[in-house]
């Protein structure tokens, strides 16, 4: 089993959908999640960043964490074109060395 | 403020053939990354030094892969001989400290025929 499952999509949406993007990971050990975003041909860029359970917004963004079932998400609202891009889930392991283990990401497109 | 340069950005060659990338950090991070991507895949670690120590290398394929970072800053990654399962596209990130943000370059991307 992967420490970090993630469907890799494709998924297409029409402009302004609501989009909700999932992940689960094994390790109950996990207290930190984020999400990142890698636009073609580009290195990941960190969107969001939440500890342990609960929700985070930051704009049209929000990150939720329910530890209970071990499930991630990132919901995207009023998506644009420019939110075309792979969603990739992440864990650390907590303590000194920061090592961050990644979902296979999710391919968006958003369509005008 | 510059973000993490790496070099070259496209390499193909032969299998058995040896390949170096490198990576030159945010400056003042004192932690620098080697991630693998494959096609489909998100990055794995490959390497992680805090400064020019290794902290990780647990999943360093270290028959063929090697990697230094002299004088705790830039960073050259290394495969010889180089695998077809060795295509893929190489990222280096960097972070102030263990505990903070990877802000990642740009990536090498790697083909092996």
């Known amino acids: 089993q992967k420490e970090v499952e993630q469907d890799p999509g494709p998924l297409s949406v029409p402009e302004g959908a609501i989009v909700s993007l999932n992940c689960t990971y094994s390790n109950s050990a996990f207290q930190y999640f984020m999400w990142y975003r890698q636009y073609s041909r580009k290195g990941p860029e960190l969107l969001m960043y939440?500890?342990?359970?609960g929700n985070k917004e930051d704009g049209r963004f929000t990150a939720q964490v329910d530890k209970s079932s071990k499930y991630i998400s990132l919901f995207i609202r009023d998506s644009q074109p420019s939110d075309s891009a792979t969603y990739l889930c992440a864990t650390e392991w907590s303590g000194a060395t920061n090592k961050l283990i990644f979902g296979t990401g999710t391919l968006l497109a958003v369509q005008p | 403020e510059a973000g993490v340069a790496q070099s070259p950005r496209y390499k193909i060659i032969e299998k058995r053939q040896s390949v170096a990338f490198w990576c030159n950090p945010i400056?003042?991070?004192?932690?620098l990354y080697w991630y693998q991507q494959i096609l489909g895949q998100g990055p794995k670690l490959l390497i992680q030094f805090q400064n020019n120590g290794v902290v990780d290398d647990s999943q360093l394929p270290k028959d063929r892969f090697s990697a230094e970072r002299l004088k705790g800053v830039d960073s050259t990654l290394k495969i010889q001989p180089a695998k077809l399962e060795d295509s893929a596209v190489y990222l280096c990130a960097s972070s102030a400290g263990t505990a903070n943000e990877q802000y990642f370059g740009p990536g090498t991307r790697l083909t092996v025929t």
């Open positions: 939440t500890y342990s359970s």
């Open positions: 400056s003042g991070h004192a932690t």
